[in-house]
Every structure is written in C-alpha cells, then in structure tokens.
C-alpha cells in the first residue's frame, strides 16, 4: 500500500497511490493508516483521488481508521472518484464524513 | 464469456481487470461498469471469504450480453448459504454513537444494484444468478 503523509499545521493529509482498496489490500490500508497517523495533528484528511474503486472491505477499513483515530481527532476525506463515491453514497456513509470535492486550495501540490 | 478463478483476494482482482476489459461488458457505459465491478467483487470476494472460508476451491463465472444488460452465473463448490438462502442484505444501523459498523455492506449493495438475484444450492454447488443492467442508477431511488 503506497501512500504519502504531509503535516500542514494542524492537518494531516495522507494521499493513496493506489488505484483500489479491496479485500486484497484492506487489511494493509488500515496498517498503513496506523502506522503514519502516528504523527500527531487535529485533523486527518484522507486523499483518495487516485483511488478508482473501493469496495465493502475497503469501506470497513476506512470506517476501522476512523474509529482508531478516536472521537478527538477527524478523518475527513477528499476526491471521491464516481466508484467510490457510490459506494459511500449507497452504504449512507456519506453521511458520516465530512467530504471535499478536492484537496483544499494550496495544498494540491503536496502529493 | 467463462472464467475460471481462484478462491483468493488478488485473483478475485485479477479476473475483475479481465471481465470488465471483456467484449461482455462493451455495452455497459461508465456507471454500469462502475456498479459491475461493485457487484462482481462483492459476489467473489464473498465466495472466497464464506463459501471457501480461505481454503481453496474454485469459482466458475459466465457472462451472457442480453439486450438492457449483461446476464452473471456464478458457481462455486464451497459451504451453501445458510438455511440455502441469501442474506437478507439489510443495511447496517449508522449510528456513531453506538459504533459505526465496518462491515455487513456486501449483500446490501448487491440487492440494491443487480436484478433478477437467484440462488440455487445443487448437491455440492452454490449457483448464484442475475443481471446487471445496461442503465442501471438504482441510486436515483434515493
């Protein structure tokens, strides 16, 4: 699972440069997430632009590190790709997470 | 067209890549295809995690383009649903106070995206059926 991390203050904006989190990957992805939201910061902002499709184990993973984050700190996501976004939007997940159409301005160059 | 899959997670992946680049599917446009591999990932992906719990078997898939859509079988030689009937595929309770729920999604987006689901248990298969349709946007019953 290949990812950045990059603190911006208080925001932590990890991207995925994966093209899927599946039931292959899931278990790796919340790993991952572990491992680099060690860093400290308010915020989490999950880049998933590159991310083409994402399926239930997928969406359970990215609920599983919202849940891991604890209630003090927020995962927000950004650039839903239509697949995923579907995903979220059927499950009413969408509901959940606070969701950006794209990375907030100024910070699009950081991945 | 048939494929032939292993009862594993990357080759559920794999035969994805394969069936959505197939002639079969030409006729479904983005979103079909979207949904198509919404579908086809959450009916293998479940065969490798249920009905082979891991051990390794096979899953023997067709697919027939009919006129609004394309026509899926699946079969499979691992344990029958129980009771031999599909889940119900009701969607998890979101409730983030009591604990958001990171999994119970599977069959709820399957119901909600194909039509005609069938499910038959012969002997030692699981024979699972339905369509997938060419202007599918079950999301507009939202």
């Known amino acids: ?111 | 067209m048939h494929l032939t899959i292993a009862s594993d997670p990357v080759a559920v992946r794999s035969a994805l890549d394969t069936v959505l680049a197939s002639t079969a599917m030409l006729g479904l446009g983005d979103c079909a295809r979207g949904t198509a591999e919404i579908v086809l990932a959450e009916v293998l992906n479940n065969i490798v995690e249920h009905a082979y719990a891991r051990t390794t078997g096979e899953i023997q898939l067709r697919l027939v383009p009919k006129s609004d859509g394309v026509f899926v079988a699946v079969c499979d030689q691992g344990r029958a649903f129980p009771h031999e009937q599909l889940p119900q595929g009701i969607l998890p309770v979101i409730d983030v106070d009591a604990g958001l729920p990171e999994g119970g999604f599977g069959w709820f987006l399957i119901r909600t995206l194909v039509q005609d689901l069938r499910y038959q248990r012969t002997d030692t298969t699981n024979h699972l059926s339905f369509t997938l349709l060419t202007d599918a946007e079950p999301d507009s019953v939202h």
């Open chain 1, 1 to 111: 699972m290949d990812l950045t991390a990059t603190a911006h203050g208080a925001l932590l904006v990890i991207s995925i440069c994966e093209n899927r989190i599946d039931a292959a990957s899931a278990i790796q992805f919340k790993e991952r997430m572990r491992e680099v939201t060690q860093t400290p910061s308010d915020r989490v902002l999950l880049d998933l632009s590159q991310v083409q499709f994402l399926d239930s184990s997928g969406l359970g993973a990215v609920v599983g590190v919202m849940k891991l984050l604890g209630a003090d700190r927020k995962l927000e996501l950004s650039g839903l790709t239509p697949t995923v976004a579907k995903v979220f939007r059927l499950t009413r997940m969408d509901s959940v997470f606070t969701i950006h159409p794209t990375l907030p301005d100024g910070l699009r160059k950081a991945s």
